[in-house]
């Protein structure tokens, strides 16, 4: 395998968003995580204090939401949030752009908008994750393309002190001609625009679309660093599913190893 256990376990924000999750499916999420040892989870906000006293000790982080899922809240509501979240033990902000002000141009909010829930961050020693959510901006806007729209995002989010960008909420549904809603989440186009859109000084996170072993190593082969998932489990056991038959195959052919697989 190309990539190590710990590199890709080391990838995966485990999602816990869904409206729906129950406190139990919520505690059981925390315990998955901390089985497999991801890097965090991304929590709702008002399980972030109960997740941070699950996961003391295991390593991996506590991430909560912010603004989310459609980035509509006032710049000082997401302010406080962000400093609720961060007092009950969250060490990483998934935060979600104004997507109005963003098509609209409104360059000077969008900034400040970001600019205010790094800062509170950052003074709680947190990081930042700002989403863009790329199924809204697939038609541009502001006048702009939407590789140029994505392309200003990243270089507003690097000056307003964001540690990574990211694609999606995973809930950006985008209604088609035929009424149905749909969205793509992370893609390979819009990871390389992103990628390129920031110094290495900012991480790129995908979200969205990510359900097997083979699209978490793409994204990874893609400069992603984070991804978020809800199927950790199903990639994690396939990694070692995989891991085992390529041992196993190297005890059979000792001379084939280390010539195929990842």
Not at 28 to 38: I, S
């Amino acid at each position: 395998m190309r990539y190590s256990y710990e590199e890709l376990a080391g990838m995966i924000d485990h999602s816990l968003l869904h409206p729906t999750m129950t406190d139990r499916e919520l505690e059981a999420g925390c315990e998955l995580a901390a089985k497999y040892r991801v890097a965090s989870v991304c929590i709702k906000p008002y399980y972030v204090r109960r997740a941070a006293q699950l996961l003391k000790g295991t390593g991996v982080k506590v991430g909560a939401v912010i603004g989310f899922p459609h980035g509509n809240s006032t710049t000082a509501a997401k302010r406080f949030e962000t400093r609720l979240a961060c007092e009950d033990g969250a060490v990483e902000i998934d935060m979600v752009i104004n997507i109005g002000k963003a098509l609209s141009g409104d360059w000077d909010y969008v900034r400040q908008d970001i600019q205010a829930v790094c800062d509170e961050a950052h003074q709680h020693s947190a990081k930042v994750k700002v989403i863009f959510e790329n199924d809204y901006l697939a038609n541009g806007g502001a006048g702009l393309t939407a590789e140029d729209l994505k392309r200003k995002l990243g270089q507003i989010c690097e000056s307003a002190g964001a540690d990574w960008i990211k694609t999606s909420t995973g809930y950006g549904f985008v209604k088609g001609p035929d009424g149905h809603y749909n969205y793509r989440g992370a893609t390979e186009e819009d990871l390389k625009l992103m990628r390129a859109s920031v110094s290495d000084r900012v991480q790129v996170k995908a979200a969205g679309g990510v359900r097997d072993l083979d699209g978490l190593i793409k994204v990874r082969d893609l400069g992603a660093t984070r991804c978020g998932a809800t199927a950790t489990a199903a990639m994690l056991e396939e990694y070692k599913l995989r891991t085992a038959q390529l041992a196993a195959g190297a005890q059979d052919n000792p001379g084939t190893i280390g010539t195929g697989g990842y």
